[in-house]
Protein backbone atom coordinates (compact mmCIF):
# COMPACT_ATOMS: atom_id res chain seq x y z
CA UNK A 1 0.00 0.00 0.00
CA UNK A 2 1.33 3.80 -0.69
CA UNK A 3 -0.08 6.34 1.24
CA UNK A 4 0.56 10.17 -0.23
CA UNK A 5 -0.73 12.98 1.82
CA UNK A 6 1.21 16.47 2.38
CA UNK A 7 0.24 16.65 5.98
CA UNK A 8 2.19 14.74 8.10
CA UNK A 9 -0.06 14.13 10.66
CA UNK A 10 -2.42 12.71 8.28
CA UNK A 11 0.32 10.38 6.89
CA UNK A 12 1.25 9.21 10.70
CA UNK A 13 -2.68 8.49 11.45
CA UNK A 14 -3.00 6.38 8.32
CA UNK A 15 0.25 4.76 8.31
CA UNK A 16 -1.01 3.68 12.04
CA UNK A 17 -4.02 2.56 11.03
CA UNK A 18 -3.02 0.66 7.82
CA UNK A 19 -0.38 -0.70 9.83
CA UNK A 20 -2.36 -2.23 12.27
CA UNK A 21 -5.04 -3.49 9.90
CA UNK A 22 -1.63 -5.59 8.38
CA UNK A 23 -1.36 -3.90 5.37
CA UNK A 24 2.74 -3.14 4.48
CA UNK A 25 3.12 0.64 4.22
CA UNK A 26 4.83 3.15 1.99
CA UNK A 27 4.26 6.96 2.17
CA UNK A 28 4.98 9.78 -0.36
CA UNK A 29 4.33 13.83 0.69
CA UNK A 30 3.49 14.72 -3.47
CA UNK A 31 2.32 13.47 -6.26
CA UNK A 32 5.60 13.94 -7.97
CA UNK A 33 6.47 10.72 -5.26
CA UNK A 34 4.17 8.37 -6.09
CA UNK A 35 4.60 8.71 -9.52
CA UNK A 36 8.36 7.87 -9.15
CA UNK A 37 7.69 5.32 -6.64
CA UNK A 38 4.56 3.68 -8.72
CA UNK A 39 7.58 3.74 -11.82
CA UNK A 40 9.56 1.61 -9.20
CA UNK A 41 6.71 -0.58 -8.12
CA UNK A 42 3.39 -0.47 -8.92
CA UNK A 43 1.40 -0.46 -5.15
CA UNK A 44 -1.75 -2.63 -5.47
CA UNK A 45 -3.81 0.05 -3.36
CA UNK A 46 -2.95 3.64 -3.02
CA UNK A 47 -4.42 6.10 -0.97
CA UNK A 48 -4.00 9.22 -2.38
CA UNK A 49 -4.50 13.14 -1.26
CA UNK A 50 -6.27 15.68 -4.14
CA UNK A 51 -4.43 19.06 -3.06
CA UNK A 52 -0.60 18.34 -2.70
CA UNK A 53 2.47 20.26 -4.03
CA UNK A 54 4.42 19.32 -6.79
CA UNK A 55 1.37 17.47 -8.72
CA UNK A 56 -1.73 17.47 -7.55
CA UNK A 57 -3.61 14.13 -6.53
CA UNK A 58 -6.45 13.35 -9.53
CA UNK A 59 -3.39 14.31 -12.15
CA UNK A 60 -1.45 11.43 -10.36
CA UNK A 61 -5.05 9.28 -11.15
CA UNK A 62 -5.03 10.39 -14.64
CA UNK A 63 -1.76 9.09 -15.37
CA UNK A 64 -1.42 5.87 -13.31
CA UNK A 65 -5.51 4.90 -14.07
CA UNK A 66 -4.55 3.96 -17.38
CA UNK A 67 -6.05 1.33 -19.47
CA UNK A 68 -2.76 0.68 -20.82
CA UNK A 69 -1.27 0.67 -17.31
CA UNK A 70 -0.92 -1.82 -14.14
CA UNK A 71 -3.74 -1.99 -12.52
CA UNK A 72 -4.20 -0.28 -9.52
CA UNK A 73 -6.85 0.25 -6.97
CA UNK A 74 -7.17 4.14 -5.93
CA UNK A 75 -8.70 5.93 -2.78
CA UNK A 76 -8.69 9.39 -2.98
CA UNK A 77 -9.17 11.71 0.42
CA UNK A 78 -9.32 15.29 0.68
CA UNK A 79 -10.61 17.69 2.96
CA UNK A 80 -11.73 19.88 0.28
CA UNK A 81 -15.79 20.55 -0.65
CA UNK A 82 -14.97 21.05 -4.55
CA UNK A 83 -18.13 18.79 -5.94
CA UNK A 84 -16.24 18.34 -8.86
CA UNK A 85 -13.66 16.09 -7.17
CA UNK A 86 -16.28 12.73 -6.63
CA UNK A 87 -17.17 13.19 -10.14
CA UNK A 88 -13.68 13.09 -11.17
CA UNK A 89 -12.85 10.34 -8.88
CA UNK A 90 -15.98 8.50 -9.98
CA UNK A 91 -15.08 8.90 -14.04
CA UNK A 92 -11.36 7.75 -13.24
CA UNK A 93 -12.62 4.77 -11.09
CA UNK A 94 -10.93 5.67 -7.89
CA UNK A 95 -12.60 5.37 -4.39
CA UNK A 96 -13.68 8.94 -3.38
CA UNK A 97 -13.48 9.50 1.13
CA UNK A 98 -13.93 13.24 2.15
CA UNK A 99 -11.73 14.22 5.36
CA UNK A 100 -14.30 14.59 8.21
CA UNK A 101 -16.78 13.11 10.85
CA UNK A 102 -17.30 9.73 8.33
CA UNK A 103 -13.59 9.59 7.06
CA UNK A 104 -12.68 6.05 8.57
CA UNK A 105 -15.97 4.43 8.10
CA UNK A 106 -15.93 5.55 4.40
CA UNK A 107 -12.73 4.30 4.18
CA UNK A 108 -12.79 1.43 5.76
CA UNK A 109 -15.83 0.52 3.03
CA UNK A 110 -13.22 1.14 0.50
CA UNK A 111 -10.62 -0.94 1.77
CA UNK A 112 -13.04 -3.93 2.41
CA UNK A 113 -14.08 -3.46 -1.02
CA UNK A 114 -10.41 -3.70 -2.53
CA UNK A 115 -9.75 -6.11 0.51
CA UNK A 116 -12.89 -8.34 1.52
CA UNK A 117 -10.40 -10.82 2.88
CA UNK A 118 -9.12 -8.92 5.14
CA UNK A 119 -12.35 -7.29 6.42
CA UNK A 120 -12.31 -8.46 9.55
CA UNK A 121 -8.77 -6.72 10.80
CA UNK A 122 -10.10 -3.56 8.84
CA UNK A 123 -13.16 -3.27 10.54
CA UNK A 124 -11.24 -4.23 13.88
CA UNK A 125 -8.46 -1.45 13.49
CA UNK A 126 -11.08 1.35 12.90
CA UNK A 127 -13.37 1.03 15.85
CA UNK A 128 -11.32 4.10 17.92
CA UNK A 129 -9.31 5.94 14.68
CA UNK A 130 -8.86 9.54 15.83
CA UNK A 131 -10.29 12.32 14.19
CA UNK A 132 -8.33 13.24 10.70
CA UNK A 133 -7.78 16.79 9.97
CA UNK A 134 -9.65 17.72 7.09
CA UNK A 135 -6.92 20.24 5.84
CA UNK A 136 -2.86 21.18 5.83
CA UNK A 137 -1.80 23.09 8.75
CA UNK A 138 0.82 25.90 8.95
CA UNK A 139 1.99 27.31 12.18
CA UNK A 140 2.68 30.47 12.58
CA UNK A 141 5.09 31.92 15.13
CA UNK A 142 5.85 35.72 15.41
CA UNK A 143 4.77 38.38 18.22
CA UNK A 144 3.15 40.59 15.94
CA UNK A 145 -0.70 39.56 15.74
CA UNK A 146 -1.27 41.62 12.83
CA UNK A 147 1.12 39.32 10.53
CA UNK A 148 -1.32 36.06 11.93
CA UNK A 149 -4.61 37.37 11.23
CA UNK A 150 -3.48 38.51 7.73
CA UNK A 151 -1.78 35.50 6.81
CA UNK A 152 -5.06 33.24 8.30
CA UNK A 153 -7.55 34.89 6.16
CA UNK A 154 -5.85 34.13 3.06
CA UNK A 155 -4.29 30.82 4.01
CA UNK A 156 -8.02 29.68 4.76
CA UNK A 157 -8.52 30.77 1.12
CA UNK A 158 -6.29 28.34 -0.23
CA UNK A 159 -7.14 25.41 1.87
CA UNK A 160 -5.04 25.61 4.61
CA UNK A 161 -5.36 25.55 8.40
CA UNK A 162 -3.61 28.44 10.07
CA UNK A 163 -2.27 27.95 13.84
CA UNK A 164 -0.10 30.63 15.61
CA UNK A 165 1.91 31.28 18.59
CA UNK A 166 3.69 34.19 19.97
CA UNK A 167 6.58 33.30 20.84
CA UNK A 168 9.69 30.77 20.66
CA UNK A 169 8.56 28.66 23.39
CA UNK A 170 5.14 28.06 22.65
CA UNK A 171 5.35 27.77 19.12
CA UNK A 172 7.60 24.61 19.77
CA UNK A 173 5.23 23.09 22.07
CA UNK A 174 2.31 23.74 19.43
CA UNK A 175 4.73 21.92 16.92
CA UNK A 176 4.92 19.20 19.07
CA UNK A 177 0.86 18.95 19.15
CA UNK A 178 -0.19 19.93 16.23
CA UNK A 179 2.62 18.34 13.83
CA UNK A 180 2.08 21.09 10.92
CA UNK A 181 2.71 21.06 7.36
CA UNK A 182 5.30 24.14 7.85
CA UNK A 183 6.84 26.18 10.18
CA UNK A 184 6.66 29.92 8.97
CA UNK A 185 8.70 31.61 11.97
CA UNK A 186 9.73 35.20 12.93
CA UNK A 187 13.54 35.43 13.44
CA UNK A 188 13.34 37.94 16.72
CA UNK A 189 10.59 37.11 19.34
CA UNK A 190 10.51 36.82 23.03
CA UNK A 191 11.43 33.31 24.97
CA UNK A 192 14.16 32.41 22.41
CA UNK A 193 14.64 33.35 18.48
CA UNK A 194 14.41 31.33 15.26
CA UNK A 195 18.11 29.60 15.90
CA UNK A 196 16.45 28.17 19.33
CA UNK A 197 13.61 27.50 17.84
CA UNK A 198 15.44 24.89 14.79
CA UNK A 199 17.65 23.56 17.59
CA UNK A 200 14.56 22.49 19.64
CA UNK A 201 12.91 21.32 16.74
CA UNK A 202 15.59 19.56 15.06
CA UNK A 203 16.40 17.43 18.58
CA UNK A 204 12.95 16.19 18.87
CA UNK A 205 11.79 13.21 16.71
CA UNK A 206 8.05 14.29 16.16
CA UNK A 207 9.54 17.93 14.52
CA UNK A 208 13.03 17.07 13.29
CA UNK A 209 12.03 16.80 9.69
CA UNK A 210 9.19 19.62 9.25
CA UNK A 211 9.84 22.40 7.08
CA UNK A 212 10.64 25.95 8.69
CA UNK A 213 10.83 29.27 6.65
CA UNK A 214 12.13 32.07 8.57
CA UNK A 215 9.86 35.33 8.00
CA UNK A 216 11.92 38.29 9.66
CA UNK A 217 11.30 41.48 9.67
CA UNK A 218 15.05 42.55 9.40
CA UNK A 219 17.55 42.08 6.38
CA UNK A 220 19.60 39.54 7.72
CA UNK A 221 23.75 39.15 6.83
CA UNK A 222 24.57 36.41 4.85
CA UNK A 223 26.63 34.97 7.69
CA UNK A 224 22.86 34.56 9.86
CA UNK A 225 21.18 33.30 7.02
CA UNK A 226 24.21 30.04 6.72
CA UNK A 227 24.08 29.56 10.44
CA UNK A 228 19.72 29.12 10.10
CA UNK A 229 20.41 26.48 7.01
CA UNK A 230 23.01 24.61 8.27
CA UNK A 231 22.42 21.14 9.22
CA UNK A 232 21.45 20.52 12.86
CA UNK A 233 22.24 17.12 14.37
CA UNK A 234 21.75 15.17 10.60
CA UNK A 235 18.59 16.93 9.92
CA UNK A 236 17.83 20.25 7.86
CA UNK A 237 17.60 23.58 9.20
CA UNK A 238 15.64 26.26 7.53
CA UNK A 239 14.33 25.74 4.25
CA UNK A 240 13.76 29.20 3.10
CA UNK A 241 15.04 32.59 4.94
CA UNK A 242 12.71 35.17 3.57
CA UNK A 243 12.41 39.10 4.88
CA UNK A 244 9.12 40.01 5.44
CA UNK A 245 7.57 42.90 2.88
CA UNK A 246 4.89 44.65 1.33
CA UNK A 247 4.41 41.61 -1.37
CA UNK A 248 4.14 38.23 0.64
CA UNK A 249 4.09 36.26 -2.85
CA UNK A 250 7.66 35.01 -2.01
CA UNK A 251 6.40 33.35 1.43
CA UNK A 252 3.33 31.71 -1.03
CA UNK A 253 5.61 29.91 -3.36
CA UNK A 254 7.98 28.53 -0.61
CA UNK A 255 4.40 27.30 0.93
CA UNK A 256 3.15 25.84 -1.91
CA UNK A 257 6.53 23.72 -2.20
CA UNK A 258 5.19 21.95 0.95
CA UNK A 259 1.38 22.21 0.83
CA UNK A 260 -1.39 21.52 -1.65
CA UNK A 261 -3.41 24.76 -2.37
CA UNK A 262 -7.10 24.12 -3.91
CA UNK A 263 -6.92 26.95 -6.56
CA UNK A 264 -3.56 29.32 -7.43
CA UNK A 265 -3.35 32.58 -5.04
CA UNK A 266 -3.51 35.92 -6.53
CA UNK A 267 -0.22 37.91 -5.54
CA UNK A 268 -0.88 39.14 -2.06
CA UNK A 269 0.39 42.08 -0.13
CA UNK A 270 0.94 42.74 3.22
CA UNK A 271 -0.91 45.73 4.51
CA UNK A 272 1.22 49.05 5.64
CA UNK A 273 1.90 49.02 9.34
CA UNK A 274 2.21 44.73 9.52
CA UNK A 275 5.68 44.24 8.29
CA UNK A 276 7.38 43.96 12.05
Not at 39 to 60: A, H, K, W
Request: a negative charge.
Amino acid sequence: MLIADDDPSVVKLLVDQCTGMGFDVETASNGLHVLLKARQNTPYTLILDVNMPEIDGLSVCAHLLKPDRTPVNVIVITGSKDPDIPERCKAFGAYYVRKGPSFWFDLEAALMKIHPRMADQIRRSNEHAPAVRPRPCVLLIDDDNDINLFLSSRLAKLGLELKYANDAQLGFRMACSEEPAVVVTDYFMPNGGAEYLLARLRSTSTTETIPVVVFSGRALDEVTVQILKRDIGGHPGAAQVLKKSHDADALFQTLKTYCGFERNHRRMAIPLGQQS
